[in-house]
Each structure stands twice: as structure tokens, then as C-alpha cells.
């Protein structure tokens, strides 16, 4: 099945989510996907030394005081943040709250790749933030394996990442953060031969892997 004008679902989606973070229900929707995240810290996830957060915006959930309090909270982990390099692919530098930022383009807070005092990292875990996702098989790579699948911004940066980190570390943990109502049925959106799958997908109702 052909997909639909991906254009015109993202700009849905994203007037969708910012109209939602206006109803009363977002707030706690948002704060469960947080403790959802916690919980999974202190469990699926507690061998992670080192994740790769984002830095919101257009309404994403804000993720980075629960990792920063998950940082300070043991010596030796690490957050790391995503830029943006020319072709198209994204490296993470390691982050502390408080360290300076740059603004680049669509207005989204990075490192300074030119600042010689930050540290390139492979983090152990990505967390990416979904403007749609959906829990399908993909018949342009496995017809009999199903799989978590991001719509994101359409720029290809978080999938030539992954598909290049994924070679170098292959445990590394992909996963995707948004909300339960923004899963997409194979009727609306269909993931192409070019999309790297998610490990696992965090929404309200939790963390779930793709092997659950």
C-alpha cells in the first residue's frame, strides 16, 4: 500500500499534539510516560550507563529532568545530546544540566561540535521523540516480523544514525517516546524500505519492547 501524502499526516498530527497538550488530560499523560520512563531506569534499563535524550519542542514530552536526576543519581553515567552534521546524520555529545547550548535549525538546542571541551559519544540508549508511530511489520524488510516504527519530521537524520550506530554497537537500545493516540494503523501510514525499526515504544501505558 502507498502512503498517504506524509506532509499533510505530519502537519495533522503535529496540530493534533499541540491542541492536545491544551486539554487538562496531557498533563498526566505526559508525567505517566516520565514515570513509565523512571520505572524502566530502575529496571529493563538499569545497565545503561550512558542516553542519548532530545531536546523538546512543537509540544514533545520533556524528558530531561528525569534523566538528569537519573545521572547525578550514580557516578559514571552519561547523557548525551544529538547535532546535527551536514549530511544529514546526527552525533551525540555528552551533556551536563547547565551546559551551553547552541541554536540551529527549527529551532532546536544542540552541542557545539566546534567546542573542543565536549565529548563525542555512542550512547548505550537513544530516546526519540515520534511525531506518529505504530506497531506493524515492514514488507520492504521482514514480512513476518513485527516491529515499533517512528514517523518523525521527515529529514531521515534519526534512521542514516541508527542505521550507521547499529553496525559499530548493535545492543545499542533505540527507543521511541510519545503518546498511546498517536499510533498510526497500516492504513495511515506504512513504514518504507529507508526506516530503521524501534527497539521498544514508550508511551502512558508504559515501555514496551518489541519482543513483549
Known amino acids: 500500500m502507498q502512503n498517504p501524502d506524509l506532509k499533510t499526516l505530519r502537519n495533522r498530527l503535529l496540530r493534533e499534539r499541540m491542541a492536545y497538550v491544551q486539554d487538562p488530560s496531557a ?4 508525567q505517566a510516560v516520565i514515570e513509565g520512563l523512571n ?26 529532568q528525569c534523566l538528569v536526576d537519573w545521572a547525578k543519581a550514580e557516578h559514571g553515567r552519561q547523557l548525551a ?36 571541551n565536549i565529548q563525542l559519544i555512542e550512547p548505550d540508549c537513544i530516546l526519540i521523540p515520534c ?16 516491529h515499533y516504527w517512528r514517523l518523525g519530521y521527515g ?3 534519526f534512521d542514516r544514525t541508527l542505521a550507521r550506530l547499529r553496525t559499530t554497537k548493535p545492543n545499542i537500545a533505540c527507543i521511541g ?15 518504507e524500505a529507508h526506516d530503521e525499526p524501534l527497539d521498544a515504544m ?3 501505558s508504559g515501555l514496551r519492547f518489541k519482543g513483549d
Open 202 to 204: 514508550l508511551t502512558e
Open 131 to 146: 511525531v506518529g508511530w505504530s506497531w506493524a511489520i515492514n514488507t520492504h524488510k521482514d514480512s513476518l516480523q513485527m
Open 177 to 191: 517516546v510519545g503518546y498511546d493516540w498517536q499510533q498510526l494503523s497500516p492504513a495511515q501510514w506504512q513504514a
Open 39 to 64: 520505572r524502566a531506569l530502575r529496571t529493563e534499563l538499569q545497565s545503561l550507563r550512558s542516553i542519548a535524550l532530545y531536546w523538546p519542542i512543537q509540544q514533545e514530552i520533556d524528558l530531561r
Open 81 to 116: 545530546l544529538p547535532a546535527m552534521r551536514t549530511d544529514k546524520r546526527l552525533d551525540f555529545y555528552a551533556w551536563q544540566d547547565g551546559d551551553a547550548l547552541v541554536n540551529q535549525q527549527h529551532g532546536i538546542s544542540e552541542p557545539n561540535p566546534d567546542d573542543p
Open 27 to 30: 498533563s498526566s499523560a505526559s
Open 155 to 157: 529529514g531521515g537524520y
